[in-house]
C-alpha cells in the first residue's frame, strides 16, 4: 500500500511540510509506503472550463496535474497539505485540485482522503473544509483524527513545538492505515466497492 503526500506550499521544506513529515513518520510505523509530491514554486494554471479532459481524460495544461492522473492507481490514498493564507489553502494547491479532481477525479474513487493545513494562528478550520471538498464529492472517505486536521507556527520549529498538532498528525495517520487495511481485508473476503447510479444533473433554474 502506498499513499500519495501532496504538498501545497510554496515552500518545499516549510510549515506545511513539517506536518506532513510527521503524517508520513506514523505511516512508515504503520508499515504504509508514501511518496512526496511538491506542486512547487512556478506558476498553477487554473482550469479554464475548456472541457478538453472530458475527451482525453487528461488535463489541456500538460504539467504535473496529468502526471499524476496517469499515475492514480499506484496510490491507495490521497493526504494534501496546504499552508492557511486569507483562511483558505494556497493558490498554487487550490488550481491544482480543481483541474486534477476535474479531468482524473474518477480515478480517485474510493481512495481515503485528508487534508493538512498549517498556519500561524487563524484560517485553518475553513482551509480545511475548502480541502475535504474535492474528498466528498469525489466518493472518497475522509480521514478522522481526534481534532481538525491543523498544525500551528510560523516557521517548521515552532510547528515542532505544537505537541497537540503533531499528535493529531499522528493520529491521522494511524486512523488512514486503519482504513487501509479495513479496505484490503474486505477486497479479500470479496466485498464489493459501491456502484453507482448514473449521475443526475439538476438544473434550479426554470
Not at 104 to 131: E, H, I, M, N
Request: some cysteine.
Amino acid at each position: 500500500m502506498k499513499v500519495l503526500l501532496l504538498n501545497g506550499s510554496p515552500n518545499q521544506h516549510g510549515c506545511t511540510d513539517a506536518a506532513l513529515s510527521e503524517v508520513e513518520a506514523q505511516l512508515h510505523r504503520e508499515g504504509i509506503g508514501t511518496e512526496r509530491y511538491w506542486v512547487g514554486r512556478q506558476p498553477v494554471p487554473g482550469c479554464i472550463a475548456c472541457n478538453r479532459c472530458a475527451e482525453t481524460g487528461r488535463c489541456a495544461f500538460d504539467d504535473g496535474v496529468n502526471d499524476l492522473i496517469a499515475r492514480a492507481k499506484e496510490f491507495d490514498a490521497l493526504v494534501v497539505g496546504s499552508p492557511v493564507y486569507y483562511a483558505g489553502p494556497s493558490g498554487q494547491i487550490r488550481c491544482f485540485l480543481d483541474r486534477l479532481f476535474y479531468a482524473g477525479g474518477a480515478a480517485f474513487t474510493g481512495k481515503p482522503g485528508a487534508a493538512v493545513v498549517s498556519c500561524r494562528r487563524g484560517g485553518a478550520s475553513s482551509a480545511f473544509d475548502q480541502l475535504n471538498k474535492y474528498f466528498t464529492i469525489s466518493n472518497m472517505p475522509v480521514v478522522p483524527s481526534q481534532y481538525w486536521n491543523q498544525v500551528h507556527g510560523r516557521t517548521p520549529d515552532e510547528v515542532r513545538q505544537d505537541l497537540e498538532g503533531l499528535q493529531t498528525m499522528r493520529t491521522l495517520a494511524a486512523n488512514l492505515a486503519w482504513m487501509l487495511r479495513c479496505r484490503e481485508a474486505g477486497a479479500r473476503a470479496g466485498v464489493q466497492p459501491p456502484q453507482y447510479e448514473p449521475g443526475i444533473a439538476t438544473n434550479f433554474i426554470r
